[in-house]
Structure formats: structure tokens, C-alpha cells
């Protein structure tokens, strides 16, 4: 019965589709002469026709607001409440899909896009980056055991007023109650659908835009999802507090009470100074703020008034990290002052323009010829009298040749003026006089201590092959400026390419198509020639490149890198050619061949410059020891052959020192290379005389005592001096950067000494170190500590 079924419901579907097609190209058939049924070509579509186009248009349109929305549906998808056991969600940051991952993993491949993805550690609540409050202390410390410093005494630095200020700064966070969670509606799942994506807050009901802990979930998305936030969240400084330290442009977000507050202002001008473009112009007058700008940023000086352009220690302050880009802003006064302007000459940024803004001391011979000493360019802001007095250009250009730029044209011209310049800096030359850049013995003698200035002479000199012989021969730069119309000398091309492998490259532009000897000869000399775009295809010149490096089988095409003969050549000069083979020639058994072959070599190579390192030790430290016993330097006391094993590196293993290294051995998958085949041991890294690193929370006086201010290395990046002090561990030895990301380490649960694993609550940088005797001061760093929860 079902058969019977199936077979009337198909031909009844058939018996549809025919009457169908007749209806639709019956009026375009030819109607009542008999003729053979066809098309015509000038029919019109029939009310059929259209009715077909727009039920296929709107289903076409169905279909695509459907895929639309199932792209999309993921931003508005409820999050499961819980996720299974060890897993977790999380949100690609890619396509935004939201997924199942490992609980304990850190990296994540999306399963809709397949980009990796790094999953942030989530932070607790219990803890917070707190910044230590409080007078600041000086302490006192001297060398210890153990504990590398003993603490001595302390005293407070900060005045009265600055711990007023921090006691009142405490007393307002401490007023601050923190509200209670009001009746929210199904919060779980307004918190779940902010954790997906924050745009959900822009249409969330008025509830959840008051309700501070769905903002704090939004904002550390983005500081704009503040701007979707109750008048009464945005207008509270404790709260938007940390939108602002992670982003100063939350200012726009923030309401007229919460900009006015000075931690907040604070938060911002660390991050910018162009923070005071939304910050109330009051506070452009208020001295604590402008010097927290200053310290970041210089140039925040424009922003202050003008009264407070006339303080001297803003000022200074800024002119000490932008130089004269901040001084430019201080007062008349103050801009010629002759120590500002030397200050400024020190600044990491702006120290240019030290002299631009000081018209007085422009004008000064003497502090002139001081600045010039310091900053040579500094010549474009010296007065025009001045720099019309030849002692003056020559003072700028001996110590850099390059204000030449600034001199007067008379000094341009003159020989002995651009014998100076160019002496300093060759480059000068470009700006010399049009009759100096003319004087072959002048361009001549540039040439041989920097050829590229070749660039610089004139056309005439570019033509004419004694100067070119001496510009080329110095540097191979010079070739695309050499203008020469019998050409250079084929012993001078190959000096180029010698050079620097790009020569060919020049050759090549000028002559497209030079002798293969000559290529061939380039290649024997530089290998890497063939990384020009014009050899990669040649192969007399690969194969001589190979035979010099085979590594450059990189760089050939693909139909060469299959060519067995050039393979070959390459994997028997360098066993790491395999590597550049073409796939379909690496499971070939002559070059794997020759690949174990070179790789036994190598090690053998090894073997024996190890075993010839060994002996010329061994032959040092017993003449040392001879020299040492000869003039009583030495305090040994025990025989030759019992101090001086520890001196020496462990002998070779007796099976390589006989240098068998059997073909099973390399079948089986034996590394020979020369970084696996030696063992690492601490005497052939280090040098004989040299002295181990220290331990960890000691003192190591002989390696101490090279260190900058007799402060060790610190002991977690090995590279900037161990100036800050642990309390209450007192452990030292360690960086300011790495007491920073040590301290602010949330990871862990709070911030915790290197050396021992205690709690670090005060961080001392010295400043002072006296033999055993060192002294320092508070260091202020915002630190990850346990608090209870709010």
C-alpha cells in the first residue's frame, strides 16, 4: 500500500511540472499556422513569467535574512548557566563563538574558525591591586647572611601636608560604602548574556544599566560600554576609578563629579596629557595635578596656566623628559634661563630644540660655544651674528658635521670649513657649495672613508673613473651613482659583489646581460647572489653558489631545487640542504646518503675541536699555576694534580674520543649535530678565571664589585642591577622592572619575594651603597594582595 502511494504522489508531481512548463512557454510558441513548435526571440514574458520572478525573489531574500541570522545568532545566545564539570565558557576573539574549553588550560583552538586563542587568567575578587599609602620611608641597611641585607633603621621623608593629603585621600575611600545588590531580575542571566558580548547592555532595561556589578562585567570589555551606564554609576569616582586606569578615554563617559576627583585626573594624565582635553579647566590650575602630567609627558606643560608656566620645579620637571618641546611652554623667564636649557640638552626627547625658544641666550658667545660643544645642530637657533664668527661653525661642526646644513653660505664655500664637516661626518658633503661638490681631490678623498657619497658630487665627478674607482672600491653603494660610459673593471665589479651580495643587483640593472663567466666567478666568491630575482633560474651560477653554501638551495626555483645534480651538490656541502630539497627528491638513498655522510663529518669536526679546547686549558692552567708559584701571588697550599682538576672541563667520553660513529647508529636515529653531540657543562661555558653566578640571596663580593654601583645583577633577568630591597624578607638583588610584574602578579594570590616565597609588603630602592653599609627609600608600586570581599 505504501508502493501504491509513492507512485501516485510521483506522478501526480510530474503531471504538475508538465502543465506547468506548457503554460509558461505557450505564449511563446508560435499559435494557429502548424508550424514546428520553437521560440520566438522578440517574445515578451507573460503575467506568468513575473508571477514566477517574484515568488523566486522573495524566496531568494528568505533565504539570505536566514543565513543572516544564523551567522548572528551567536551575540544573542543565552549562555548556559552551568558549565559542565572542568570545562568552562568561553568567546573566541575572532568569530565570537561562544564554546566549551578545558577549566586549567590556557590556549584554545575556536572550532568554528580554527584560530588560536589565549584565555586570559580570571582575577578574584579577593584580589586587588593596592598601591601602599602612608608617609614615605628612607631606610637603612647593611650586608647580611642570608637575607643579603639586614634592615636597619627608617625614617619618614613625606611632610606633613603630603600625609595629610593621604589620610584624607584614605578617609573618602573609606567613606565610600560600597551599595548593596539591589533585586534584579533573572541577574544570572543578564550577567551571563554582558560576559558574552557588552553591546547587550545598550538595550538592557534601566535596572540593569544601575546595577553596578552588570557594569563592572561590561566595562572590562570595553571603557565604552560606561557610556550605557546609570547617571549615578558614572558620576561616582571610586567606582569608574579602574575603567580609567585601564583607559583614559573613559573621561567621556564620566560625569562632571567624577571628572573633578584627583585620583581620577591622576589615572588619566599618567596614561596622556591630552587627558586634560576632558578634564574641567579648573583643574589646569591645580599644581599636584600638572605634576602627575609632567611626569609622563613633558608637553602637558601647555595645558597649565600661567601662572603655574612661572614654577620653576614644573617646569624643570618637564623640561627633564621632553627638553625643549617643553620648555617652549614655560615663561619668558624661564625659557632663558641657562641651567633649564642645559637640562634640556640631557632630555631623552626634545633635546634639539634646547636652544630654540632662549632668543637671549642665542645671542651669548660663550653659553653658545657650550651648547654647540654638547649639540652641534643646535647651530640653527643661534643668532645670525654668531653664527657668522668662524670659531662658532667650527665649534658645531666638529662635533657634528652635519650643521653644516646651518652655516652661512660663506661657510659653505670654504674648504676649510667642509674639511671639517666632512671629516667628522662624510655625509656632509651634500651640503657643500656646488664648487666643492665639483673638487675631485675633495670628493676623492671623502670617498675613501665613505663611498656612498658619491651620491652627493656632481654629475661630472660621477662620470669620471678615478673618483668612481675610489667610491666603489669603499662601498658597493656607490654603484647607482656611477655614471661611467666605458664601464668598470670586471676585477672591481667582483670586489662589489664581495661586498655585499645586492651589488648584483645594480650590475645587473645596468647591464641585463653580462658574461656567465663573470656570473659564474660572482657566485664562487658570494654564494648568496643567487637571492636576485635574475639567478634564481640559472643554473651554471646555482651550482657554483652551492658549492660555497649549500643553504642557497633556498632561494632556487622550483624546477632547479628538483634537479638531483644541484641537490647533491648542496646536501654534500651543508647536510642541512635537505631540508631545502625538493619534496619529491628527500627520499632519495644517494642523498640521504650524503646527508649521514656530512653529518658524521661534522660530528668528527666537533670531536676534535673540543679535544684541542681541552688540551690548551689544561696547558694554561698549569703554566698559570707555574707563574703564580713563581712569584708567591698564589696561597695554594696543595699539590699540581689535586687543585687542578676542578679547573679543567670534564674529559671527552672515552667512546667519541675514538671517533666511531657507526652507520647503524645514524640509521637508528642517533643525533650527531654539534649542539646535541656535546653535553652541557658549566666549564665550557664559562671561561677559566671567570666566577660562577652567585646564590641566590648572597652576596658574591668578586661579581658584586664589577656591577653598577656595586649592586649585583639581578638575579630573575641576569641583566639590570639589583637595586631593590624586599621587606619584611629583606632578599635583594632584584631590578626595579622585575620587582614591578613580581609585585603586580595576581596570578598566585598576592605578591610574593623571588627568593623565599613570603609576602612582600614594603619595596626600598637603594640609593646609597658604602661598602657594607646601604641606604634607600620607599618605593611606591601598586601591589596584588588578599582583601576580604566586598
Same mark, same amino acid.
Given at each position: 500500500?505504501r508502493?501504491?502511494?509513492?507512485?501516485?504522489?510521483?506522478?501526480?508531481?510530474?503531471?504538475?511540472?508538465?502543465?506547468?512548463?506548457?503554460?509558461?512557454?505557450?505564449?511563446?510558441?508560435?499559435?494557429?499556422?502548424?508550424?514546428?513548435?520553437?521560440?520566438?526571440?522578440?517574445?515578451?514574458p507573460?503575467?506568468?513569467?513575473?508571477?514566477?520572478?517574484?515568488?523566486?525573489?522573495?524566496?531568494?531574500i528568505?533565504?539570505?535574512?536566514?543565513?543572516?541570522?544564523?551567522?548572528k &545568532?551567536t551575540?544573542?545566545?543565552?549562555?548556559?548557566?552551568?558549565?559542565?564539570?572542568?570545562?568552562?565558557i568561553?568567546?573566541?576573539?575572532?568569530?565570537?563563538?561562544?564554546?566549551?574549553?578545558?577549566?586549567?588550560?590556557?590556549?584554545?583552538?575556536?572550532?568554528?574558525?580554527?584560530?588560536?586563542?589565549?584565555?586570559?587568567l580570571?582575577?578574584?575578587?579577593?584580589?586587588?591591586l593596592?598601591?601602599?599609602?602612608?608617609?614615605?620611608?628612607?631606610?637603612?641597611?647593611?650586608?647580611?647572611?642570608?637575607?643579603y641585607?639586614?634592615?636597619?633603621?627608617?625614617?619618614?621623608?613625606?611632610?606633613?601636608?603630603?600625609?595629610a593629603?593621604?589620610?584624607?585621600?584614605?578617609?573618602?575611600?573609606?567613606?565610600?560604602?560600597?551599595?548593596?545588590?539591589?533585586?534584579?531580575?533573572d541577574?544570572?542571566? %543578564?550577567?551571563?548574556?554582558?560576559?558574552?558580548? %557588552?553591546q547587550?547592555?545598550?538595550d538592557?532595561?534601566?535596572?540593569?544599566?544601575?546595577?553596578?556589578?552588570?557594569?563592572e562585567?561590561?566595562?572590562?570589555?570595553?571603557?565604552?560600554?560606561?557610556?550605557?551606564?546609570?547617571?549615578?554609576?558614572?558620576?561616582?569616582?571610586?567606582?569608574?576609578?579602574?575603567?580609567?586606569?585601564?583607559?583614559?578615554?573613559?573621561?567621556?563617559?564620566?560625569?562632571?563629579?567624577a571628572?573633578?576627583?584627583?585620583?581620577?585626573?591622576a589615572?588619566?594624565?599618567?596614561?596622556?596629557?591630552?587627558?586634560?582635553?576632558?578634564?574641567?579647566?579648573?583643574?589646569?590650575?591645580?599644581?599636584?595635578?600638572?605634576?602627575?602630567?609632567?611626569?609622563?609627558?613633558?608637553?602637558?606643560?601647555?595645558?597649565?596656566?600661567k601662572?603655574?608656566?612661572?614654577?620653576?620645579?614644573?617646569?624643570?620637571?618637564?623640561?627633564?623628559?621632553?627638553?625643549?618641546?617643553a620648555?617652549?611652554?614655560?615663561v619668558?623667564?624661564?625659557?632663558?634661563?641657562?641651567?633649564?636649557?642645559?637640562?634640556?640638552?640631557?632630555?631623552?626627547?626634545?633635546?634639539?630644540?634646547?636652544?630654540?625658544?632662549s632668543?637671549?641666550?642665542a645671542?651669548?658667545?660663550?653659553?653658545?660655544?657650550?651648547?654647540?660643544?654638547?649639540?652641534?645642530?643646535?647651530?640653527?637657533?643661534?643668532?645670525?651674528?654668531? $653664527?657668522?664668527?668662524?670659531?662658532v661653525?667650527?665649534?658645531?661642526?666638529?662635533?657634528?658635521?652635519?650643521?653644516?646644513?646651518?652655516?652661512?653660505? $660663506?661657510?659653505?664655500?670654504?674648504?676649510?670649513?667642509?674639511?671639517?664637516?666632512?671629516k667628522?661626518?662624510?655625509?656632509?658633503?651634500?651640503?657643500?657649495?656646488?664648487?666643492?661638490?665639483s673638487?675631485?681631490?675633495?670628493?676623492?678623498?671623502?670617498?675613501?672613508?665613505?663611498?656612498?657619497?658619491?651620491?652627493?658630487?656632481?654629475?661630472?665627478?660621477?662620470?669620471?673613473k678615478r673618483?668612481?674607482?675610489?667610491?666603489?672600491?669603499?662601498?658597493?653603494?656607490?654603484?647607482?651613482?656611477? &655614471?661611467?660610459?666605458?664601464?668598470?673593471?670586471?676585477?672591481?665589479?667582483?670586489?662589489?659583489? $664581495?661586498q655585499d651580495?645586492?651589488?648584483?643587483?645594480e650590475?645587473?640593472?645596468?647591464?641585463?646581460?653580462?658574461?656567465?663567466?663573470?656570473?659564474?666567478?660572482?657566485a664562487?666568491?658570494?654564494?648568496?647572489?643567487?637571492r636576485?630575482q635574475e639567478?634564481?633560474?640559472?643554473?651554471?651560477?646555482?651550482?657554483?653558489a652551492?658549492?660555497?653554501?649549500?643553504?642557497?638551495?633556498?632561494?632556487?626555483?622550483?624546477?632547479?631545487?628538483?634537479?638531483?645534480?644541484?641537490?647533491?651538490?648542496a646536501?654534500?656541502?651543508?647536510?642541512?640542504?635537505?631540508?631545502?630539497?625538493?619534496?619529491?627528491?628527500?627520499?632519495?638513498?644517494?642523498?640521504?646518503?650524503?646527508?649521514?655522510?656530512?653529518?658524521?663529518?661534522?660530528?668528527?669536526?666537533?670531536l676534535?675541536r673540543r679535544?684541542?679546547?681541552?688540551?690548551?686549558?689544561?696547558?694554561?692552567?698549569?703554566?698559570?699555576?707555574?707563574?703564580?708559584?713563581?712569584?708567591?701571588?698564589?696561597? %695554594?697550599?696543595?699539590?699540581?694534580?689535586?687543585?687542578?682538576?676542578?679547573?679543567?672541563?670534564?674529559?671527552?667520553?672515552?667512546?667519541?674520543?675514538?671517533?666511531?660513529?657507526?652507520?647503524?647508529?645514524?640509521?637508528?636515529?642517533?643525533?650527531?649535530?654539534?649542539?646535541?653531540?656535546?653535553?652541557?657543562?658549566?666549564?665550557?661555558?664559562?671561561?677559566?678565571?671567570?666566577?660562577?653566578a652567585?646564590?641566590?640571596?648572597?652576596?658574591?663580593?668578586?661579581?658584586?664589585?664589577?656591577?653598577?654601583?656595586?649592586?649585583?645583577?639581578?638575579?630573575?633577568?641576569?641583566?639590570?642591577?639589583?637595586?631593590?630591597?624586599?621587606?619584611?624578607?629583606?632578599?635583594?638583588?632584584?631590578?626595579?622592572?622585575?620587582?614591578?610584574?613580581?609585585?603586580?602578579?595576581?596570578?598566585?594570590?598576592?605578591?610574593?619575594?623571588?627568593?623565599?616565597?613570603?609576602?612582600i609588603?614594603?619595596?626600598?630602592?637603594?640609593?646609597?651603597?658604602?661598602?657594607?653599609l646601604?641606604?634607600?627609600?620607599?618605593l611606591?608600586?601598586?601591589?596584588?594582595?588578599?582583601?576580604?570581599?566586598?
Open positions: 500500500m508502493g501504491v502511494n509513492g507512485g501516485r504522489a510521483s506522478r501526480l508531481r510530474t503531471a504538475f511540472w508538465a502543465v506547468l512548463l506548457e503554460a509558461c512557454i505557450a505564449p511563446t510558441l508560435g499559435q494557429g499556422n502548424g508550424e514546428t513548435l520553437g521560440l520566438q526571440a522578440d517574445a515578451e507573460g503575467t506568468l513569467h513575473w508571477a514566477l520572478a517574484v515568488i523566486l525573489g522573495l524566496i531568494l528568505a533565504g539570505l535574512i536566514r543565513s543572516y541570522r544564523i551567522l &545568532q551575540q544573542h545566545l543565552t549562555v548556559v548557566r552551568h558549565a559542565p564539570e572542568g570545562m568552562r568561553v568567546e573566541c576573539g575572532n568569530c565570537r563563538t561562544p564554546q566549551y574549553v578545558s577549566a586549567h588550560g590556557r590556549i584554545f583552538i575556536c572550532c568554528t574558525c580554527h584560530c588560536a586563542n589565549r584565555i586570559p580570571e582575577i578574584g575578587r579577593s584580589e586587588e593596592i598601591v601602599p599609602e602612608g608617609p614615605l620611608k628612607k631606610f637603612e641597611f647593611k650586608k647580611g647572611g642570608e637575607n641585607w639586614q634592615e636597619g633603621s627608617e625614617m619618614f621623608e613625606q611632610d606633613k601636608e603630603a600625609e593629603r593621604v589620610a584624607l585621600k584614605n578617609q573618602r575611600r573609606n567613606a565610600h560604602v560600597v551599595k548593596p545588590l539591589k533585586d534584579l531580575p541577574r544570572d542571566h %543578564w550577567e551571563a548574556l554582558l560576559t558574552t558580548n %557588552w547587550n547592555l545598550i538592557a532595561p534601566a535596572s540593569v544599566k544601575a546595577d553596578f556589578r552588570c557594569i562585567i561590561a566595562t572590562k570589555q570595553t571603557w565604552k560600554a560606561l557610556r550605557y551606564a546609570a547617571e549615578e554609576l558614572r558620576d561616582d569616582p571610586v567606582f569608574v576609578l579602574p575603567m580609567v586606569e585601564s583607559c583614559w578615554w573613559a573621561l567621556e563617559c564620566l560625569g562632571d563629579n571628572r573633578r576627583d584627583e585620583e581620577v585626573a589615572a588619566a594624565l599618567k596614561q596622556s596629557s591630552l587627558a586634560f582635553e576632558c578634564l574641567p579647566p579648573e583643574m589646569r590650575e591645580d599644581l599636584i595635578t600638572l605634576q602627575e602630567a609632567v611626569r609622563s609627558d613633558g608637553t602637558a606643560l601647555r595645558y597649565a596656566s601662572e603655574l608656566r612661572g614654577d620653576r620645579s614644573l617646569v624643570e620637571a618637564a623640561v627633564k623628559l621632553d627638553g625643549g618641546d620648555l617652549q611652554y614655560a619668558e623667564e624661564l625659557r632663558n634661563d641657562s641651567r633649564l636649557v642645559l637640562e634640556a640638552l640631557k632630555a631623552p626627547r626634545g633635546s634639539s630644540k634646547a636652544l630654540a625658544f632668543s637671549k641666550l645671542a651669548d658667545r660663550a653659553f653658545v660655544l657650550e651648547v654647540l660643544k654638547k649639540d652641534g645642530l643646535s647651530l640653527q637657533y643661534v643668532s645670525p651674528i654668531l $653664527k657668522a664668527d668662524t670659531s661653525v667650527l665649534a658645531a661642526l666638529q662635533q657634528n658635521g652635519e650643521a653644516l646644513e646651518f652655516a652661512p653660505e $660663506k661657510f659653505q664655500s670654504s674648504r676649510k670649513v667642509v674639511d671639517v664637516a666632512v667628522q661626518n662624510p655625509r656632509a658633503l651634500r651640503f657643500a657649495s656646488e664648487t666643492l661638490r673638487d675631485e681631490e675633495l670628493v676623492k678623498e671623502v670617498a675613501q672613508v665613505d663611498g656612498s657619497v658619491l651620491q652627493y658630487a656632481s654629475e661630472t665627478l660621477c662620470a669620471n673618483v668612481v674607482n675610489k667610491a666603489v672600491a669603499q662601498s658597493w653603494e656607490a654603484l647607482p651613482f656611477e &655614471q661611467v660610459e666605458e664601464g668598470l673593471s670586471i676585477e672591481l665589479l667582483l670586489d662589489t659583489v $664581495k651580495w645586492r651589488a648584483i643587483k650590475i645587473l640593472r645596468k647591464n641585463p646581460d653580462p658574461p656567465e663567466d663573470f656570473l659564474v666567478e660572482a664562487t666568491i658570494n654564494p648568496e647572489i643567487v636576485a639567478l634564481r633560474g640559472h643554473r651554471s651560477v646555482a651550482a657554483a652551492l658549492e660555497g653554501n649549500g643553504l642557497m638551495l633556498h632561494y632556487l626555483l622550483p624546477d632547479l631545487r628538483a634537479d638531483q645534480e644541484l641537490a647533491s651538490i646536501v654534500r656541502q651543508n647536510p642541512d640542504a635537505m631540508g631545502e630539497v625538493h619534496p619529491c627528491l628527500r627520499r632519495e638513498n644517494d642523498l640521504l646518503k650524503l646527508q649521514k655522510e656530512g653529518l658524521v663529518r661534522r660530528a668528527r669536526l666537533e676534535r679535544r684541542a679546547k681541552s688540551d690548551t686549558v689544561a696547558a694554561e692552567a698549569v703554566a698559570d699555576h707555574e707563574m703564580d708559584r713563581d712569584g708567591d701571588v698564589a696561597d %695554594w697550599t696543595e699539590p699540581i694534580p689535586e687543585k687542578l682538576p676542578e679547573m679543567l672541563p670534564d674529559p671527552p667520553d672515552p667512546k667519541m674520543e675514538k671517533e666511531e660513529i657507526s652507520q647503524e647508529e645514524l640509521e637508528d636515529g642517533a643525533d650527531v649535530s654539534p649542539t646535541s653531540s656535546r653535553p652541557p657543562r658549566a666549564a665550557e661555558e664559562n671561561d677559566v678565571g671567570k666566577v660562577a652567585s646564590i641566590i640571596g648572597k652576596v658574591d663580593v668578586e661579581s658584586a664589585s664589577g656591577a653598577e654601583d656595586g649592586l649585583p645583577q639581578c638575579v630573575v633577568c641576569l641583566d639590570e642591577p639589583g637595586c631593590m630591597v624586599l621587606l619584611p624578607c629583606a632578599h635583594g638583588g632584584v631590578c626595579e622592572e622585575c620587582v614591578t610584574r613580581i609585585v603586580q602578579n595576581r596570578a598566585f594570590g598576592g605578591a610574593h619575594c623571588p627568593h623565599c616565597r613570603s609576602n609588603s614594603t619595596i626600598v630602592k637603594l640609593q646609597e651603597v658604602e661598602g657594607e646601604a641606604k634607600g627609600v620607599e611606591r608600586i601598586p601591589m596584588a594582595r588578599p582583601v576580604a570581599n566586598a
